[in-house]
C-alpha cells in the first residue's frame, strides 16, 4: 500500500525519533575525549566539502552567492570548532570546594533542527556540531526548497561521524519533508530541545510545541553613522556586510541613519562605493516585491542582486550597482523599506541629532526585528554607550559589518547560526547559541550548616503539649498523664460520634 506523503513523513519521524533516543543513549556514556574526537572528525569534514556544499545551496535554492556561502560553510564548521573544541561538556563540569557544590553537565537527548534555505549547508553543520560537542543526538529538519543540499551535507556528516566511532542514529536527517512531519518532530514527547531558524512562523510553531526550543526571530537592523564615525569606513563596513551572500544573514543592515549635518558626505560616499538611491517612483515599484500580499516577506527577493531586483521591478540601474537606496521617513508594517529584506536593499534615514537617530533606531526595531541585532559607526564613547543602554536589541555592533559581526565572524562573539533575540524578541535567551545552550546542569551540593547555625542567636520554639479538643472534659490534661481506660473512652466517643 502506498502512504500519503503527510502519513510517510510522520511515521518517518517516529522511527528516526526512535532511532536518536537509543543512540543517544549510548552516547551519553562517552568520555570527553570521545566525544571531541567524533566532534572534530564531523568539522573536518565539514570543511573540507564547503566549496562544494556552497554551489549545491546557490543551485538549489538560488539565493545568495556561492563564494560567499564558502565561508559561511567554514563559520559552521572550522570556526565554530575552534570556538568550542576546548569546552568541557561532558561529566563533572566544576567543583566549588568553598560552597561544596558540583556541576554535573546533563545533555538534554534529542536535537530537532529546523533548518532554513537561506542558509542551508552551514547551518546542518554548525546545529550539528554543537549538538554533538553538548552530548546529544540530532535530528535535522531541512526545508524542502534545500532538501538536497541539506541531505547531502547530512550524508558527509553521518560518515564522518560513524567512522570516528558514533554510535548509527545519533546524527539523522528527515527525508520526507512536510508540515505534518515536522509537526510531528517538534511534538514528539522524546524530543530535550528544538532549534528553530526559519520563518515567524515556524519558529511560533516551535514554542508552542510543548518541548523547550530556542528560537530566532526576524532581524531589521538598523545602522547608524553617527556624525563622529569614519564615513568611508563605515559604509564599505555596511556594504561588506548587504552584499555578503546578497544579504541572507538576518543579522545584515536593513537600514542606514545618519545625522542632517553629515548627510551630504555619507550620501556622495554610499554613491562612490556602489549605492544607487532610487527615485520615489521607482522606489515605489520595487516596494511592490518586497511584501507578499499576506505581509512577509517576497521570496523571489531574497539573496538576488540589485540588478536581478531592478530587473523584476523593472527600472534602469547604473552598470556595477550594488545596494539599492531608498529615502524614507515613515516606519510601519505597511512601509516595505522599513521591515526586513534579505536582499541589498537598504532604506535611508535622515535625523536631525543622535538623540532623534537614537528614537528612530528604536521605532524600526519595534516595528520587525526587536531583540536581535543593530549597528553603530561612531568614534564618541558617550553615543555608544547610550546606544548599548536604550536600544533593545541582543547584540549592538560597533563599528564592524552586522552581518560578519553578528555571526561572530568579525566580533569576539560565539559564532553561532541562531542569534537569540531574548525576551522582549519572544526568544528563551539574548545569546549567540553554542553547545552549553543544550546542556543542563546537575548540582550536587554538600551539606556546610546544621539547624542551630542557620538559626544563630533567634531562640528554638519551646515545646509544649497540644491541648484537646475545646470542651473535651480532659482539655488541659497533659497527653502523658492519660490512663489506658481513658484513652479507650475517647477513642470510643469518637467512634460513636462519627457512626451517627
Known amino acids: 500500500m502506498e502512504f500519503d506523503k503527510d502519513l510517510r513523513s510522520i511515521q518517518e519521524v517516529r522511527d528516526l ?10 552516547y551519553a556514556g562517552f568520555s570527553q575525549s570521545k566525544v571531541d574526537a567524533i566532534v572534530k572528525a564531523v568539522a573536518e569534514a565539514c570543511a573540507a566539502n564547503a566549496q562544494r556544499l556552497a554551489k549545491m545551496a546557490v543551485e538549489e535554492t538560488g539565493f545568495g552567492i556561492w563564494q560567499d556561502k564558502i565561508l559561511k560553510n567554514l563559520l559552521g564548521s572550522a570556526i ?67 532538501k538536497n543540499c541539506i541531505l547531502e551535507t547530512f550524508q558527509i556528516i553521518s560518515r564522518a561521524a560513524a567512522a570516528a566511532g558514533a554510535p548509527a542514529g545519533l546524527v539523522q536527517c528527515i527525508t520526507v519533508p512536510s508540515q505534518e512531519g515536522t509537526s510531528a518532530l517538534l511534538k514528539h514527547r522524546d524530543i530535550g530541545i528544538i532549534l ?25 537592523g538598523p545602522a547608524y553613522i553617527e556624525k563622529s564615525a569614519d564615513i568611508p569606513t563605515a559604509v564599505r563596513h555596511i556594504f561588506d556586510s548587504k552584499t555578503f551572500d546578497n544579504g541572507t544573514i538576518c543579522a545584515s543592515e536593513q537600514s542606514i541613519i545618519t545625522e542632517r549635518c553629515i548627510a551630504d558626505k555619507v550620501i556622495a560616499e554610499v554613491e562612490r562605493q556602489g ?29 538576488k542582486s540589485a540588478q536581478t531586483i531592478a530587473d523584476m521591478a523593472g527600472i534602469k540601474i547604473p552598470a556595477g550597482t550594488r545596494i539599492l537606496l531608498s529615502h ?98 519572544g526568544s528563551a535567551t539574548s545569546d549567540n547559541v553554542g553547545p552549553m545552550h543544550l546542556i543542563n546542569i546537575r548540582r550536587v551540593a554538600f551539606g556546610i550548616k546544621e539547624l542551630s547555625e542557620i538559626r544563630g542567636s533567634n531562640p528554638a520554639p519551646e515545646s509544649c503539649a497540644r491541648p484537646a479538643c475545646t470542651g473535651s472534659p480532659t482539655q488541659g490534661k497533659a497527653a502523658s498523664t492519660f490512663s489506658r481506660a481513658e484513652i479507650e473512652a475517647i477513642a470510643k466517643a469518637v467512634i460513636d460520634r462519627l457512626s451517627q
Open 328 to 425: 524614507q521617513t515613515t516606519v510601519g508594517k505597511g512601509n516595505p523599506y522599513s521591515r526586513e529584506k534579505l536582499c541589498p536593499i537598504l532604506a535611508f534615514y535622515t535625523e536631525d541629532s543622535w538623540e532623534s537617530a537614537c528614537q528612530r533606531s528604536i521605532e524600526i526595531l519595534n516595528n520587525e526585528g526587536v531583540g536581535h541585532t543593530m549597528t553603530i559607526h561612531s568614534q564618541d564613547m558617550s553615543v555608544i554607550r547610550e546606544f548599548a543602554l536604550k536600544k533593545p536589541v541582543s547584540r549592538l555592533l560597533v563599528n564592524t559589518p552586522g552581518a560578519l559581526g553578528g555571526v561572530g565572524a568579525s566580533t569576539g562573539l560565539q559564532p553561532a547560526l541562531t542569534l537569540g533575540c531574548g525576551s522582549v524578541g
Open 17 to 26: 525519533v526512535a532511532k536518536a533516543k537509543a543512540a543517544q543513549e549510548i
Open 196 to 220: 528553530a531558524t526559519g520563518g515567524e512562523a515556524m519558529v511560533r510553531a516551535a514554542y508552542s510545541s510543548g518541548n523547550p526550543a530556542l528560537g530566532v526571530g526576524p532581524g531589521n
Open 275 to 303: 549605492g544607487y538611491f532610487m527615485t520615489a517612483e521607482e522606489s515605489d515599484k520595487v516596494s511592490r516585491f518586497i511584501l507578499r500580499a499576506n505581509g512577509t516577506m517576497n521570496p523571489q527577493i531574497v539573496g
Open 80 to 146: 565554530t570548532y575552534d570556538s568550542i573544541k576546548d569546552l568541557k561538556t561532558v561529566g563533572i563540569l566544576s567543583e566549588d570546594s568553598e560552597k561544596k557544590v558540583w556541576e554535573v553537565a546533563v545533555p538534554m537527548g534529542i536535537v530537532a533542527a529546523l533548518i532554513p534555505s537561506t542558509n542551508p549547508t552551514s547551518t546542518v553543520m554548525y546545529k550539528t556540531l554543537i549538538s554533538l560537542k553538548s552530548g546529544n543526538a540530532i535530528i535535522l529538519s531541512p526545508h524542502p526548497n534545500a
